[in-house]
């Protein structure tokens, strides 16, 4: 498949990189050659410099043969533009990041469609749509719901006090099989277990249950669910600007930052919300705010190092839940093992989108969700796909890839050794990054 994508920014390197690991013809262009020149020659990945605004530079390309043209500069009127022009030039898709929320209105989407934008990513709203799952599902690492939330992933961080620990999976002491491990995160690695594996302190345990069942997983890994009402904000990014505009009427929001100005803005633009100019690294700015009051922390800097730290201060205050975004992948597996509670990153958030168009899965029915190194997929059977030739068993499935549940006809059950996949089922695949391609052809 050739995928174009313009923008050579944090969301554009961070896709190409990945992308290149699926044995896809990549080519990252940007007007900034010292931009590109960043790019390790070790990923399988063609560079260009030139301007998506040039028709000249976009057939020179190669636009036109294009299967998939992702435009992310920091510019939305740009990305739009450019896509129009993709698409007028043969493209077959079109995605462009966007950071105006009008956008996403279904009336103007459509308008977007016409010009020939066909897909909208605001990585901002991915990320203030994180956070607020996170808040919901506090008692969780990682919460998706896939087919309409017939069933769900869970990742839950193993402690001491869980039914689970030092047992191997075949022999978990439960009586019913209501959930399936998909996967365990331990250190920096993770994990596509069998029944042999066991479940150690401070994993991070992937569940694909019902939600039926749910009360069931937390019960079984010692966890319990509190309510939150107050949340305090470090920083005054566009991801918690953007949560407040969406979630002021659900929690009591304050928002600290250093930059008056922004603050001054911040007043105008969040009337629902307290505004305080401070620092919020500071531990006497802390203590004065009342942030033991507080239900919920969220470190929202440009800096993954401050968010990480200042967590871990907010953790000694006794803030029950904390949430960091931690860009910089780098650190995601050090936050992971720091008792700090969740992560937020808005790259892996669009590459999940990304990946949930480049399988061409159907906008409305089917999710994609990209964590730090692995992928969860929910991929619709197509009849005659090699998936549904013998029981699970049976099938040999490659290295890094598990199939943790299905819906059929809107019932949904967990897979295991003597499921028998049928066209038209919608398949939960967990595989280790890297596997898209191996996931194609099984279901196509």
Request: negative net charge.
């Amino acid at each position: 498949m050739k995928i174009i994508i313009a923008g050579a920014g944090e969301v554009g390197t961070h896709l190409a990189k990945m992308l290149s690991k699926e044995n896809q013809d990549i080519t990252l262009m940007d007007s900034d050659q010292t931009k590109l020149n960043v790019i390790d020659s070790n990923y399988n990945l063609m560079t260009w410099n030139g301007s998506t605004s040039s028709l000249e530079v976009m057939r020179e390309v190669g636009v036109k043969d294009a299967d998939l043209f992702i435009a992310v500069t920091p510019f939305e009127t740009r990305n739009i533009a450019s896509c129009a022009i993709a698409k007028r030039l043969g493209a077959t898709k079109t995605v462009a990041r966007i950071d105006n929320s009008e956008f996403l209105v279904p009336e103007n989407k459509q308008v977007l469609r016409e010009i020939g934008a066909d897909f909208l990513i605001y990585p901002e709203h991915l990320a203030a749509n994180d956070i607020a799952l996170s808040l919901e599902h506090n008692w969780t690492r990682y919460w998706g719901e896939l087919h309409d939330g017939k069933l769900l992933l869970v990742g839950v961080k193993i402690r001491t006090n869980s039914v689970l620990l030092n047992v191997k999976l075949k022999d978990m002491p439960v009586e019913a099989r209501d959930f399936h491990i998909a996967a365990i995160k331990r250190d920096n690695e993770t994990i596509i277990p069998n029944g042999n594996d066991e479940i150690l302190p401070d994993d991070i345990v992937y569940f694909i249950t019902t939600r039926q069942h749910i009360q069931h997983v937390r019960e079984i890994c010692g966890k319990t669910k509190r309510v939150i009402k107050k949340a305090l904000i470090m920083g005054g990014s566009r991801i918690a600007r953007r949560f407040a505009q969406l979630y002021s009427d659900k929690f009591h929001i304050k928002i600290m930052d250093t930059d008056m100005s922004l603050c001054e803005e911040m007043a105008t633009e969040l009337p629902d919300c307290e505004i305080v100019c401070g620092d919020g690294r500071d531990i006497e700015v802390l203590r004065e705010n009342n942030i033991y009051q507080y239900d919920a922390f969220l470190a929202l800097t440009a800096s993954s190092e401050t968010n990480i730290l200042t967590c871990l201060t907010a953790k000694d205050f006794g803030v029950p839940k904390t949430i960091a975004e931690v860009e910089n992948l780098q650190f995601l597996g050090l936050a992971e093992n720091l008792n700090i509670g969740n992560t937020v990153n808005k790259k892996l958030l669009a590459s999940a989108r990304i990946y949930k168009i480049l399988l061409d899965a159907d906008e409305n029915d089917s999710r994609f969700y990209a964590l730090s190194d692995a992928e969860v997929a929910e991929i619709p059977v197509k009849a005659g796909a090699k998936i549904t030739k013998a029981p699970v068993k049976d099938l040999h499935l490659p290295f890094g890839m598990t199939l943790a549940g299905l819906v059929r006809n809107d019932d949904v059950m967990l897979v295991n050794g003597n499921t028998q996949i049928e066209p038209g089922d919608y398949v939960v695949v967990f595989s280790l990054m890297g596997t898209i391609e191996k996931i194609e052809k099984w279901f196509n």
